[in-house]
């Protein structure tokens, strides 16, 4: 079985500010990536349907554009994440994680300011571990930058596409 990546997103746009590069470059080298996507704008969570629209819209360009090869969103509360007990979000990871069987995850490293980032990369630890036949080769944290100039330069010089990744997401 060949590179399965499946990158841990707590938010759409934490794939592509995170790594869309290494996205790329490992698409062309013939990788299998996933998109697991931890939560979900919704209008019962108090969005606006429009917003809940466009965020849908820009979801389904993301995933056209950065290849993704499967996308699963385990649709929990943005910002609510600290307030679920962990073992129901990996139970949750866990059926993604058993079906998409991957090789290396990319998760979100645990310093990021929003406290969502902390939670998954807490609930990813869970599977750091050797679980049944799966075995990991590597884990690779997915540290966002303050300042977007460094995002941009750190794209630039994997592929070019990306910058309208950027304008789409942010
Ligand atoms: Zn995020």
């Excluded at 499967?70 to 962990?86: Q, R, V």
């Amino acid at each position: 079985m060949g590179q399965r990546i499946l990158v841990v997103a707590p938010h759409a746009d934490d794939e592509v500010i995170g790594c869309a590069g290494l996205i790329l470059s490992s698409k062309l080298k013939g990788a299998s990536v996933g998109w697991l996507l931890m939560t979900s704008v919704e209008e019962q969570y108090g969005y606006s349907e429009e917003f809940v629209q466009t965020r849908k819209k820009q979801i389904e360009t993301v995933k056209e554009l950065l290849s993704f090869d499967t996308f699963s969103n385990l649709g929990f509360h943005p910002a609510y994440l600290d307030t679920i007990p962990k073992s129901e979000i990996i139970l949750a990871m866990s059926k993604v994680i058993q079906r998409y069987q991957p090789s290396e995850l990319y998760i979100p490293y645990p310093g990021d300011a929003h406290s969502d980032h902390g939670v998954t990369f807490d609930c990813c630890r869970a599977f750091m571990k050797p679980l049944g036949t799966i075995m990991w080769k590597k884990f690779v944290a997915m540290k966002q930058f303050l300042k977007p100039i460094k995002i941009l330069l750190l794209i630039k010089n994997t592929l070019n596409p990306t910058g309208l990744l950027i304008s789409v997401i942010l």
